[in-house]
């Protein structure tokens, strides 16, 4: 009975480079939701995703993230020419979606940028 | 747009004794889900309680426990016989009941320290 997995759970780019987060959503369940954490703050929402597609993305940046939940594997969260505004945690999570389910999170990726 | 406040930034308790943390929020929907999350250091998220806004009997799980006062917008979580492993960030959030808005609102939290 797996939770929701994410790896890495520790990353570390350089201004400019690409980081990619992978989310796994627990067994069964086709929503995904991925999350930010900035140092000493809530979580802030960023995007909504079911299996092909984005529901919901009122709280992606408009410019270098990306977000993708195919058809088969997990949940990719892309930011392209990272930049020192990006370090932090990045929270997957993942709900069945019978009503109004609960959502339940991963472990989370941190993310620093040199 | 929805809203959460936590107004105590930190809390600390004895241990085995009781400690309430404050949450508020706005929305004009009638329908709604409050949860009350904990992150240990290891800053993993934990669900610890949920509260659907249109049962009237307030949600319990073992020790914690909520105080859900509708029309004030208040909801706060009861942490009885506190434990050690009980000091955490704890993370109040609202979601919608509307169908394409699931996401959660989370407020700022309250950092709560156990004393020995």
């Known amino acids: 009975n797996a939770g929701v997995m994410q790896n890495p759970r520790h990353l570390v780019r350089r201004r400019g480079q690409e980081a990619r987060l992978r989310c796994s959503p627990m067994?069964?369940?086709?929503?995904v939701y991925w999350y930010r954490q900035l140092p000493e703050e809530g979580l802030k929402f960023m995007v909504y995703l079911q299996k092909e597609n984005i529901i919901d993305e009122s709280g992606m940046p408009k410019e270098r993230f990306s977000a993708e939940f195919p058809k088969e594997g997990p949940s990719i969260l892309r930011i392209q020419q990272v930049v020192r505004g990006d370090s932090a945690a990045y929270f997957c999570a993942s709900s069945l979606r019978l009503e109004q389910e609960t959502q339940y999170f991963g472990p989370g990726t941190r993310l620093l940028v040199l | 747009a929805q809203t959460v406040t936590q107004s105590q930034p930190e809390m600390s308790v004895q241990e085995a004794e009781t400690v309430t943390l404050s949450c508020t929020y706005d929305?004009?929907?009638?329908?709604?889900?409050l949860f009350w999350y904990k992150q240990p250091p290891s800053r993993q998220m934990i669900l610890v309680i949920r509260?659907?806004?249109?049962?009237?009997q307030n949600a319990t799980e073992n020790r914690f426990s909520v105080n859900f006062q509708k029309a004030a917008k208040s909801f706060s979580l009861k942490i009885s016989d506190s434990q050690l492993g009980d000091a955490a960030m704890y993370f109040c959030?609202?979601?919608?009941?509307?169908?394409?808005?699931?996401?959660?609102?989370f407020g700022t939290g309250t950092r709560l320290t156990i004393i020995p």
């Open positions: 067994k069964g369940h086709s929503h």
């Open positions: 509260q659907e806004a249109y049962k009237q």
């Open positions: 929305t004009s929907e009638s329908d709604y889900y």
């Open positions: 959030a609202y979601r919608s009941f509307n169908f394409g808005n699931e996401k959660l609102t």
